[in-house]
């Protein structure tokens, strides 16, 4: 089965997410940033639509454990989609309340086959699975934008400072 999963990433990444459905659910590519390495880490998951939003459930065939993706979200929520050709930057997290049963609802209608846990708050005994997380489409905030701004101003001056005495000392001039 692993070699399988494997072929399938494989597959998810040469075709950046074009062919990847599998059963009634389709699949996407994503790729979160490792919480220990700090490296990219891909995994193929199962999703549906909500509006704009793709909706993943942390779930290893209905086993109650942590995944590493879902532990990698959760260290850092901002993440790439690969779907359908196109590379999404995408921010994570959980659904909650009615929300979470909305969305649930929906994937077990989309695939019947997939099994419920119910979370730690609804009485599971051994801490039950993740609530579906949403994958939306990340917004770059004014401050975000205006930090990146600034940090590329700073090197621009610095590369100016150091072309100036570049020629200077090219010059036979010293700057003090």
């Given at each position: 089965m692993r070699l399988f999963w494997r072929l399938?990433?494989?597959?998810?990444r040469l075709t950046a997410g074009r062919f990847g459905r599998v059963g009634p659910m389709d699949a996407l590519l994503?790729?979160?940033?490792?919480?220990k390495s700090g490296g990219?880490?891909?995994v193929v998951l199962f999703y549906i639509?909500?509006?704009?939003?793709?909706i993943v459930v942390a779930s290893y065939a209905g086993e109650d454990r942590d995944l590493a993706w879902w532990k990698n979200l959760k260290a850092h929520p901002e993440a790439d989609v690969t779907v359908a050709g196109k590379r999404i930057?995408?921010?994570a997290r959980e659904s909650e309340g009615t929300e979470r049963e909305r969305l649930w609802t929906r994937i077990v209608q989309k695939d019947p086959g997939v099994r419920r846990i119910p979370a730690a708050d609804?009485?599971?005994?051994?801490g039950g699975g993740p609530p579906p997380d949403r994958l939306e489409h990340a917004q770059t905030s004014g401050r975000m934008l205006a930090e990146r701004l600034l940090a590329s101003y700073v090197v621009l001056c610095e590369w100016c400072v150091f072309l100036v005495r570049s020629a200077?000392?090219?010059s036979g001039r010293r700057s003090q």
């Amino acid at each position: 089965m692993r070699l399988f999963w494997r072929l399938h990433r494989a597959v998810m990444r040469l075709t950046a997410g074009r062919f990847g459905r599998v059963g009634p659910m389709d699949a996407l590519l994503l790729t979160t940033k490792g919480r220990k390495s700090g490296g990219p880490r891909d995994v193929v998951l199962f999703y549906i639509r909500d509006s704009d939003a793709y909706i993943v459930v942390a779930s290893y065939a209905g086993e109650d454990r942590d995944l590493a993706w879902w532990k990698n979200l959760k260290a850092h929520p901002e993440a790439d989609v690969t779907v359908a050709g196109k590379r999404i930057r995408v921010r994570a997290r959980e659904s909650e309340g009615t929300e979470r049963e909305r969305l649930w609802t929906r994937i077990v209608q989309k695939d019947p086959g997939v099994r419920r846990i119910p979370a730690a708050d609804e009485g599971a005994s051994c801490g039950g699975g993740p609530p579906p997380d949403r994958l939306e489409h990340a917004q770059t905030s004014g401050r975000m934008l205006a930090e990146r701004l600034l940090a590329s101003y700073v090197v621009l001056c610095e590369w100016c400072v150091f072309l100036v005495r570049s020629a200077c000392f090219c010059s036979g001039r010293r700057s003090q």
